[in-house]
């Protein structure tokens, strides 16, 4: 388990931008590929964005590819996802994730460590 705080959630206007970070306490963090969900209300939990252990493979689920991008700094133990040209259909709760693999996935079984969420509201 690897505890994990994220922040930076808000209420922003369509076509707005937010960025989100994912800050964990446990090292080594560098050996952990890492991941952003997303849980709108009614809905289940939505696979978002994921990076490998050094940053240079990352995958987007296609309803956000071209507009955000998942980053981070290992040197910080941090993660980011940048929100651009935001739609209300991007409400969610956004949650990051860790597993204990080098490989990104796109799974959420396939991780084991969870944030406790922060909220990302899109007017209209």
């Known amino acids: 388990q690897v505890p994990l705080v994220e922040s930076g959630g808000g209420l922003v206007q369509a076509g707005g931008s937010l960025r989100l970070s994912c800050a964990a306490s446990t090292p080594p963090f560098s050996r952990y590929a890492m991941g952003w969900f997303r849980q709108a209300p009614g809905k289940g939990r939505e696979f978002v964005a994921t990076i490998n252990v050094n940053g240079a493979y990352t995958y987007y689920a296609d309803s956000v590819k071209g507009r955000f991008t998942i980053s981070r700094d290992n040197a910080r133990s941090t993660m980011y996802l940048q929100m651009t040209s935001l739609r209300p259909e991007d409400t969610a709760v956004y949650y990051c994730?860790?597993?204990?693999?080098?490989?990104?996935?796109?799974?959420?079984?396939?991780?084991?460590?969870w944030g406790q969420g922060t909220q990302v509201t899109v007017s209209s």
């Open positions: 994730a860790a597993r204990s693999n080098t490989a990104p996935s796109t799974a959420l079984s396939d991780f084991g460590s």
